[in-house]
Nanobody, 127 residues
Framework: QVQLVESGGGLVQAGGSLRLSCAAS????????VGWFRQAPGKEREFVSA????????KYADSVKGRFTISRNNAKNTVYLQMNSLKPEDTAVYYC????????????????????WGQGTQVSVSS
């Protein structure tokens, strides 16, 4: 079973940048789309971004479009989330997860379609 580990979170001022990484333990990771989700205190978990197994398809939540970029390096079994122009409302625990189905061409934004969730990494943006 694929294990995912997030890293790269931290405290940053508004307008700053962070790059999150999601590293997988298995090479089969490259056959699955990967999604990033986040959960702020007192709020539901929400979709942030996702990338297909080949990187050909990506999706973003409206709230992060133009500021966040998802990418993957299958040779390193890692997916990245580059976050620029961060806002206080981006403060949350960020989780990555792998699609339950391999080789999905068009990525899904539904959290229930993802499994193998990582432990999360805290992102805090001060105003």
């Amino acid at each position: 079973q694929v294990q995912l580990v997030e890293s790269g979170g931290g405290l940053v001022q508004a307008g700053g940048s962070l790059r999150l990484s999601c590293a997988a333990s298995e090479r089969t990771f490259r056959n699955y789309a990967v999604g990033w989700f986040r959960q702020a205190p007192g709020k539901e978990r929400e979709f942030v971004s996702a990338v297909s197994s080949t990187g050909a398809d990506t999706k973003y939540a409206d709230s992060v479009k133009g500021r966040f970029t998802i990418s993957r390096n299958n040779a390193k079994n890692t997916v990245y989330l580059q976050m620029n122009s961060l806002k206080p409302e981006d403060t949350a625990v960020y989780y990555c997860a792998a699609d339950r189905r391999p080789y999905r061409v068009v990525v899904t934004t539904t959290s229930g379609e993802y499994g193998n969730w990582g432990q999360g990494t805290q992102v805090s943006v001060s105003s």
